[in-house]
């Protein structure tokens, strides 16, 4: 069982690496080394910075507390159950790609399990108390 758990996690490290790098990709290399600014102003300068639209709450959860600056993009939240759901602010057009990981891990044994629909990350086998970590990329429904 350890050693699927194992193979598990060092797949989703590298799933995950794999979408950030994707991510970046989209942004020439000389644009990353001197910043650039995007549409709404802001300034990439080394890290990308997510946030909500302007008005727009955070997104709600239930089995955990969600962090004051979390968004739909990323974010974290504290379990208070074995189980509960991440509800985004803002439905995706699709079910968005995600990563959920358990940032109190201790080892691969506390592995969150997750699945993940236009609306939201259902959160299954948590364990109480940890902080979990998600990150999403997606495109929003049009209205």
Same mark, same amino acid.
Do not use: D, E
């Given at each position: 069982m350890f050693d699927i758990r194992s193979k598990k996690l060092a %797949? @989703?490290?590298k799933l995950a690496a794999s979408a950030i790098a994707l %991510?970046?990709?989209f +942004? *020439?290399?000389s644009a990353r080394a001197q910043g650039f600014t995007l549409p709404d102003g802001s300034a990439v300068q080394g890290h990308i910075r997510t946030m909500q639209a302007p008005g727009l709450a955070p997104p709600t959860a239930v089995?955990? +507390?969600i962090a004051a600056n979390a968004t739909d993009m990323a974010g974290t939240c504290t379990a @208070? %159950? *074995?189980s509960g759901s991440i509800t985004f602010s803002m439905t995706y057009a699709a079910a968005p790609f995600c990563m959920v990981w358990d940032q @109190? %891990? +201790?080892s691969t044994v506390s592995m969150?399990?997750?699945s993940v629909s236009a609306t939201a990350i259902t959160l299954t086998t948590i364990i109480s108390a940890h902080v979990l970590g998600y990150f999403c990329l997606g495109s929003i429904a049009s209205s």
């Open positions: %797949a @989703s490290k %991510a970046l990709s +942004t *020439s290399m089995g955990c +507390t @208070s %159950a *074995s @109190s %891990a +201790t969150p399990v997750w």
